[in-house]
């Protein structure tokens, strides 16, 4: 069983933290990963299960086995600054390790001893880091061509799917040039022409004109009043003085009629009772015939189109007032 083996979870997380993979450190814990169980995970358990990049995978990968084979000791006996490669841990761009720029000590003198190597003299810690750096270089650059392996793979999908999308658009340009072609359908020979013989006229005798019996609606006629005659009278007309004196003769008469009527006469009681009996005759004949064209007209305007019975009665009211009142008045 190898030491790395043999770590708890803390001593993964501390072996994390040293090799430069810090970031990923609680998810480890939480995942309680101890040596054994480090050792034995693959890159599909490291991108599924632990979330990590394949870059930051496959470095976590090689570093175990660069452990396994000891290529790496856990622990020195002399201090040396550790590199971590940031760049290739987390796949951004890379930047160079830094200078190294050994202090030089004024006190110290060399001597023929001091220069001479030894076996258990530490190794330089420039060359440490010069490996460290150029083994991060050559994983950087593997991930790099794992990633254009990829995009190219990708990219040959793309194209082999726009290859068959064109070739279905086309298999449907032809299917749809091929369906008219076979939707038309086949000549059908007409049926041979029967004449139809014309229709037969069929007689059906018409009934005789039933009489229809309508009752003849009686028309009023209003009659017109009779027109009251008034005796004509002559108005006298002054002559001029030349022809007075021609005609003095025939003109005194004249004058002394028209000065005749001048004189008053006292009330004649039987005009005034004439008078108030011609009245009531008036009032009288005005009633009568009111209510008689009243009756005439309501039934004419029940009779005639465009007309209804009030009117009728309004105006045949009206009428037979005019026409009593007249009548009323002649009488003596």
Not at 92 to 119: K, V
Not at 148 to 157: F, K, S
Not at 296 to 307: F, K, Q, R, T, V
Request: glycine share 6%; with cysteine.
């Amino acid at each position: 069983m190898t030491q790395i083996e043999k770590f708890n979870i803390s001593e993964v997380s501390s072996w994390l933290i040293q090799n430069g993979f810090g970031s990923h450190v609680d998810v480890f814990r939480s995942c309680e990963v101890d040596g054994a169980f480090l050792v034995e995970m693959t890159p599909e358990d490291l991108i599924d299960d632990l979330a990590l990049t394949p870059m930051d995978a496959t470095n976590l990968l090689n570093a175990i086995q660069r452990e396994k084979a000891g290529c790496v000791p856990t622990a020195t006996a002399y201090a040396v600054n550790a590199y971590v490669p940031s760049a290739a841990a987390t796949g951004s761009s890379y930047s160079p390790a830094p200078s190294y720029s050994p202090t030089p000590n004024r006190s110290y003198s060399p001597s023929p001893a001091a220069n001479t190597p030894s076996s258990f003299s530490p190794p330089d810690p420039r060359i440490q880091m010069l490996e460290t750096e150029n083994y991060s270089l050559k994983q950087h650059n593997a991930a790099l061509e794992a990633d254009n392996m990829r995009l190219q793979g990708e990219l040959q999908n793309l194209k082999t799917m726009y290859d068959q999308l064109v070739q279905q658009q086309q298999q449907q340009q032809q299917q749809q040039a091929i369906v008219p072609a076979q939707a038309q359908p086949a000549y059908v020979q007409p049926p041979a022409y029967t004449p139809t013989p014309p229709p037969q006229p069929t007689y059906t005798p018409t009934p005789p004109p039933q009489p229809t019996y309508a009752p003849a609606q009686p028309t009023y006629t209003p009659t017109p009043p009779p027109q009251q005659t008034y005796p004509t009278q002559t108005y006298y007309q002054p002559v001029p003085q030349q022809q007075q004196v021609d005609y003095s003769q025939q003109q005194a008469p004249q004058q002394a009629y028209a000065t005749q009527p001048a004189t008053t006469t006292a009330a004649d009681p039987s005009k005034s009772d004439g008078m108030k009996k011609t009245g009531f005759n008036v009032v009288k004949g005005a009633g009568v015939g009111a209510l008689g064209g009243a009756t005439m007209g309501a039934i004419a305007g029940a009779i005639l189109p465009n007309m209804d019975a009030g009117d009728g009665a309004k105006a045949g009211a009206a009428m037979g007032a005019l026409g009593g009142g007249v009548s009323g008045f002649m009488k003596k």
